[in-house]
Every structure is written in C-alpha cells, then in structure tokens.
C-alpha cells in the first residue's frame, strides 16, 4: 500500500511546504496494491500536488491514479487539497476499483471549509477498472466538497465489470442515506472535456462521456455539472 513514483505517502506537516509537491516527472512501470499514484501514492490533508507528469504504466487493485492514488482532505481545520496543472500520459489500470487518469479517489470528513480540487488537468492514457469509480480524470469522490474543473480527458476509458464510469468522472458527490434526501455543497463539475471513447463490458454499469454517476445535492455550492462537452460513449 501507498505506493507512488515518487513518494510513496505526503502526510501533513503544520506550516510546512512538504505539503507540497511541484515540477516532477515519473518514467518506467508502477506496480502496487492500493493507493498507488504515478508520482504520489496517498496524499493527505492539506497541501498541493502541482505541475507534475507521470510518463509510468501505473497498476494497482484499489485507489490507483495517474498522478494522485489517493487525495484524503479530511482530518485538520480548512483543509484544502490540490492537484493542479498536472499531465498522465500513460496506461492506469485498476484490478478492482477506484481508477483514475489523474487521481483514484478523492475523500475528505464532509466538515464545511475542508474541500479538495483537480484543476486544468489532463490525460492522455488509457483508464481501465472493473468496479465502483472510473474516469479520464477522477475515478471517485465520496464525500462533499469535491471539484473537478478545467480538465480534459484524450484517453480511452473502459470498465470491464460494473461500475460508474465518466469521460471525467466515475462517481461523484456524498450519499446522503435515502431517496428522500439531499446532500448541501456536495460537488463541482465545470469547465470540462472529454475526448475519448467510454465503454464497459457489462451493462448494468451507469455511464456518461462527462460523469458517469453523481449523488443528490442542493444549497449554493451546489451539485454542478455546467459548461461541460463529451463524446464517444459505446
């Protein structure tokens, strides 16, 4: 577990800037278990993953990114995780689930002012999983706050089980326990393309060129897919 190309696990340091990591490249093959990330396995807490290119086949079972595993945002007061103006290029395959061109999965604790963002990122390689979460860009979130805006997904995406898959992303937003129910503040999408091809093998897999499910959501900072373009579903 937490393994990455460059750093296998980024913990949170009070004041100190090892929360964050900018101007890295990874080439060769990354072969792991869960959280498994082309230049970071596990991030957590506060913090930015910036300006950063993963050129690795990355493989793993859970949680596995081109560039970020696992990105945790909870845990401290206003925490607030990034990845920003980072490039996959390369093949991100997931035994299991959670899958994505930049980033596995995304949690944080639900608190307002804890929140966690992939912004003006890109992938070009090609995403496979075969359950829960998979996307071009973002495989899963599954907790509020969550944003993923400006980003552009070039690669073939497949599932080859059931699962929730996206151009962009596979699932997003916090299941707020009922039909009846909305979850406030609970995700961003904007500002996104995806021009790959989107399949799965299996049809009960819900599926979308831009994001394949999302969870209820109402309030200001709310449930959002706006300004968005997508092709290739099959």
């Known amino acids: 577990n937490y393994a ?3 750093v296998g696990q980024i913990t949170y340091v009070n004041n100190s800037s090892v929360n964050c990591l900018e101007d890295c490249t990874f080439m060769g093959i990354l072969d792991g278990n869960d959280n498994i990330g082309g230049i970071v396995g596990n ?3 506060d913090g930015q993953v910036r ?7 990355v493989k793993g079972n859970n949680q596995v ?4 595993g696992n990105l945790d945002y909870s845990g401290i007061s206003n925490s607030h995780s990034i990845v920003y103006y980072c490039v996959n290029t390369s093949k991100v395959t997931a035994a299991n689930s959670n899958v994505g061109g930049v980033v596995g999965k995304m949690k944080g604790d639900n608190k307002t002012g804890h929140w966690a963002g992939i912004t003006r990122c890109a992938n070009y390689g090609y995403v496979e999983g075969s359950t829960t979460g998979i996307g071009g860009i973002l495989g899963q979130s599954t907790t509020r706050y969550a944003e993923v805006n400006n980003c552009a997904n070039h690669g073939h995406i497949k599932a080859v089980g059931s699962a929730r898959i996206g151009g962009i992303a596979g699932s997003m ?3 707020p326990g009922g039909i009846s129910k ?3 503040y609970n995700l961003k999408l904007g500002k996104c393309a995806n021009f790959g091809t989107v399949e799965s093998t299996d049809s009960g897999s819900r599926i ?3 994001l394949g499910y999302q969870e209820e959501g109402e309030s200001d900072w709310e449930d959002a897919v706006r300004s968005v373009g997508g092709s290739g579903i099959r």
Not at 65 to 68: A, E, S
């Open 182 to 184: 909305n979850e406030s």
């Open 51 to 57: 300006d950063c290119i993963n050129y690795a086949e």
């Open 65 to 68: 990114g081109g560039i970020v």
């Open 4 to 6: 990455g190309g460059l």
């Open 43 to 45: 991030k957590e807490k």
């Open 208 to 210: 979308g060129g831009i």
């Open 173 to 175: 937003g916090n299941d």
